[in-house]
């Protein structure tokens, strides 16, 4: 009998089936993985640095990019800087200037530091042309009789990055015996807004001492802008104008101020939203001893309503402690935590303590019923201060959850 053939392909696919197990053995191998090494931060590289100024005279600085400048100590007339990008100036607290001023013409990343501005009948500071990103930090402003810083740059807003000033920045500035601290020059305008600040800060700063400064710090149109932990004292004892110590148009958050011994509204805040819907947020701040006004007020002026840009923002008012308000004579309304006008918009109210005033009414009510309060609660009234704070220095609350946390 003739053996059967096994046809040819059967014994490949017999092959193929026998190392199947082979195979799936091999790849169920376990796969060790090596651990990815960390990732090292690289520094960037060290600006080089260059000293400048003589110890005397006039300090002119020009055209300068990506540089740290360290100023030779000395007294000096005053400084001139133009066009610089990116770099830092430092006095290093070894530097003044006596009678004069700094002109600051096209900043972009710049920050100075380090120096003191005394006994000069002029400004402090100058902002011309162009700034962003620009900072002023450890500054000491002693007997300055204009406004210290004027900030002239008043281009008119298109909606483009050069249009506008963004992130200027006043850091633990010292000032003493001045006029107004800081003074802008935007506005609300029937075609737009000029003069637009962006994400002004100022914080850490005081301002003591000054019987005729008037209005603290005027913004003329400013968005998202922070104004927080600044100590005010003793200042516009001969003044007698309706001021505010932060007189600011627009919109953001002014929170952690102390304000003691004055005259004027801690805060006139005269709302718009701008580029976008936004509002003033007022919290966290101590308001004792004025002399006149209460410790705030929101609203929009008539003229500020009639131009057709105008658009309103909202208010928030809560967790501030305020007392022994607008006790000067002639007395024309009593002191109140909130002066409440014209705002076309919501306004909020609460958790905030007062004391020591001639009554307990929380509010001031001068609007035409243009102005809605959605919310006034938890407010609460002490007649005498030992009942509301642990004393007249750190102003801490009694009452948990009210007033300044």
Avoid at 60 to 87: A, E, M, R, T
Avoid at 262 to 276: D, E, F, M, P, Y
Avoid at 285 to 312: D, H, L
């Amino acid at each position: 009998m003739k053996k059967k053939m096994i046809p040819f392909y059967f014994l490949l696919i017999s092959f193929a089936g026998c190392k199947k197990r082979d195979v799936i053995e091999e790849i169920n191998t376990p796969i060790v993985v090596a651990p990815t090494p960390p990732i090292i931060p690289v520094a960037p590289p060290t600006l080089p640095t260059v000293e400048i100024g003589t110890g005397s005279g006039a300090l002119i600085l020009k055209d300068q990019v990506g540089k740290n400048f360290i100023i030779k100590p000395g007294s000096y007339s005053n400084f001139q800087f133009d066009n610089l990008k990116n770099c830092t100036v430092s006095g290093a607290n070894l530097v003044k200037i006596v009678g004069g001023n700094v002109s600051l013409t096209t900043m972009n990343g710049v920050t100075i530091s380090g120096i003191s501005i005394e006994n000069s009948t002029y400004r402090a500071f100058n902002f011309l042309n162009e700034a962003n990103d620009l900072i002023l930090k450890d500054i000491t402003l002693t007997n300055i009789g204009d406004v210290c810083m004027v900030f002239s740059i008043n281009k008119k807003y298109d909606g483009t990055p050069a249009s506008y000033s963004n992130n200027i920045q006043l850091l633990n500035i010292k000032a003493s015996n001045i006029s107004t601290f800081f003074g802008g020059a935007g506005s609300l305008t029937n075609d737009g807004f000029t003069g637009l600040i962006k994400n002004f800060k100022m914080s850490g700063c005081s301002i003591t001492n000054s019987p005729n400064l008037s209005d603290g710090v005027f913004l003329g149109l400013a968005e998202d802008y922070e104004i927080s932990n600044n100590v005010i004292d003793n200042v516009n004892t001969v003044n007698g104008n309706h001021n505010g110590i932060f007189h600011l148009i627009g919109n953001g958050k002014i929170f952690g101020n102390k304000c003691t011994n004055h005259q004027g509204n801690l805060v006139r805040a005269w709302v718009c939203s701008i580029t976008k819907d936004a509002g003033v947020e007022i919290y966290n701040n101590i308001v004792w001893n004025s002399t006149r006004y209460g410790a705030f007020e929101v609203q929009v002026p008539p003229y500020m309503k009639a131009i057709s840009t105008f658009k309103p923002g909202t208010s928030k008012i809560y967790n501030n402690t305020v007392g022994k308000l607008n006790t000067g004579l002639p007395k024309y309304f009593e002191g109140r935590l909130l002066d409440v006008y014209d705002t076309y918009s919501t306004i909020e109210v609460y958790n905030n303590l007062l004391f020591n005033n001639v009554d307990g009414l929380i509010l001031n009510q001068m609007s035409s019923n243009t102005t809605t309060i959605t919310r006034n609660s938890d407010n609460i009234y002490k007649a005498n201060a030992l009942d509301a704070v642990e004393d007249l220095t750190s102003f801490k609350s009694l009452i948990p959850g009210i007033g300044k946390q």
